[in-house]
């Protein structure tokens, strides 16, 4: 599997250099982590989270637990501390938004906690949990 990813990893990389491509003819203003505004020493990571309006709560720059709730019921806090970063607009269906897609957030954190909600997003629905502040 990891020989895949590693191959995936190549072509695409590959693949960005091309004229055409998106990463090829982007316009001038940096890289993406510069226009997101990521904090240094972070990452930004996509989030689904499952209940739309819970997502529709929070903006850039709010700080929010990403909770993951596997099958059986259980719940654990997989990124503490996220940072909000960017919504990207909802995405819909020809009947209009699908409530069961989720909304995808962009959230600040740190690489190895990337990996997890990247992980946790496979095996659990995910949602936030807004702390006082």
Same mark, same amino acid.
């Given at each position: 599997?990891? $020989?895949?990813?590693?191959?995936? $990893?190549?072509?695409?990389?590959?693949? $960005?250099?091309?004229?055409?491509?998106?990463?090829?003819?982007?316009?001038?203003?940096?890289?993406?982590?510069?226009?997101?505004?990521?904090?240094?020493?972070?990452?930004?990571?996509?989030?689904?989270?499952?209940?739309?309006?819970?997502?529709?709560?929070?903006?850039?720059?709010?700080?929010?637990?990403?909770?993951?709730?596997?099958?059986?019921?259980?719940?654990?806090?997989?990124?503490?501390?996220?940072?909000?970063?960017?919504?990207?607009?909802?995405?819909?269906?020809?009947?209009?938004?699908?409530?069961?897609?989720?909304?995808?957030?962009?959230?600040?954190?740190?690489?190895?906690?990337?990996?997890?909600?990247?992980?946790?997003?496979?095996?659990?629905?995910?949602?936030?949990?807004?702390?006082?502040?």
């Amino acid at each position: 599997m990891a $020989a895949g990813l590693a191959f995936v $990893a190549v072509l695409a990389a590959g693949s $960005a250099l091309r004229p055409g491509s998106p990463a090829h003819d982007r316009p001038e203003g940096g890289s993406p982590a510069s226009r997101l505004e990521i904090p240094s020493g972070l990452v930004a990571a996509p989030v689904r989270v499952a209940e739309p309006s819970v997502a529709e709560l929070v903006g850039a720059g709010d700080v929010v637990d990403v909770v993951a709730a596997d099958p059986r019921g259980r719940a654990f806090v997989v990124a503490p501390g996220a940072i909000v970063v960017r919504q990207p607009p909802a995405t819909s269906g020809s009947f209009g938004p699908d409530p069961l897609a989720g909304v995808v957030l962009l959230v600040a954190v740190p690489e190895t906690t990337a990996l997890a909600l990247a992980g946790a997003t496979v095996t659990a629905q995910l949602s936030l949990v807004i702390p006082a502040e």
